[in-house]
């Protein structure tokens, strides 16, 4: 059996095959451009493609994230705590504390060994508490997002933001810029604020022995030393954090199509 789940996010689009509940077949992204549901479709067709799916290979689409509600051929749709927690414990088995940095929103998750979800907090801030800041600093400082990660990595000195508005943490930065602050450590003091604000995220619902970081930033290595130096102890980090929604979205279809095909879904 097939599912695929679909976290429709604010920025990216990301999707992930399940075969039976168990073995992720691929995975695949595109920019959401203002348009999750085409994108959606997009990334549906870019994965069935790479599978050599046809039409009935798939027996269940779950949505998640942000634009859920928009895609009209799902079959069941979740929220974006409940799938990057299922998707955490799948891609790190046991793991009890979640993180999950995105372009819209961050988010501590505490979970149970089997991905329950029992205590969740979300940043109430603006974009500062966000991946969404670390894209402005991007365009304002002229540095390419796939160049901030390495960059922050040879500060010497990083500058926190203490701003926890994105328009006043920029001001900071313009003082920073005028006060010939090396950039590196204006770029590793923006990964360092966003991880002090998830640190209280992290501490409002129970800091466990490890964290396991999804979402957006995941590949970033400056973020994830942030949360390390940040939190003080160990980080899981691997490169299908970023589709850990999707891939909890998969797996949550799953289990709904299982309990459907048994003797008491016959008929439902």
């Not at 930065?173 to 590196?184: F, G, K, R, S, T």
Request: charged share 20%.
């Amino acid at each position: 059996m097939i599912t695929c789940g679909l976290d429709l996010g604010s920025g990216v689009v990301k999707g992930a095959l399940i075969e039976d509940g168990r073995k992720i077949l691929n995975t695949a992204s595109r920019p959401t451009r203002g348009n999750p549901s085409s994108a959606g479709q997009q990334v549906l067709e870019d994965l069935a493609e790479a599978e050599n799916l046809v039409p009935g290979d798939l027996a269940y689409l779950c949505t998640t994230g942000f634009g859920r509600y928009m895609f009209p051929n799902r079959q069941l749709q979740v929220s974006d705590i409940t799938s990057s927690a299922k998707g955490a414990s799948f891609l790190r088995p046991g793991t009890r504390h979640v993180l999950d940095i995105g372009a819209q929103s961050s988010r501590a998750i505490r979970i149970s060994p089997t991905g329950k979800v029992l205590k969740f907090k979300m940043n109430e801030k603006c974009a500062a508490g966000a991946g969404r800041f670390v894209e402005r600093c991007s365009k304002y400082l002229q540095v390419p997002m796939e160049d901030m990660s390495a960059r922050a990595l040879s500060a010497q000195k990083p500058k926190l933001i203490s701003s926890v508005c994105a328009v006043l943490a920029e001001t900071e930065i313009i003082n920073n810029v005028a006060e010939e602050v090396p950039l590196p450590d204006i770029l590793m003091g923006v990964y360092l604020s966003l991880a002090q604000r998830a640190y209280s995220l992290m501490r409002y619902v129970g800091i466990e022995s490890e964290i396991t970081l999804v979402g957006g930033l995941v590949h970033s290595e400056a973020m994830v030393r942030a949360v390390r130096d940040t939190v003080h102890m160990g980080v899981n980090a691997q490169s299908e954090g970023h589709y850990a929604a999707a891939i909890g979205a998969a797996l949550l279809g799953h289990q709904r199509a299982v309990r459907l095909s048994g003797p008491a879904g016959v008929g439902n």
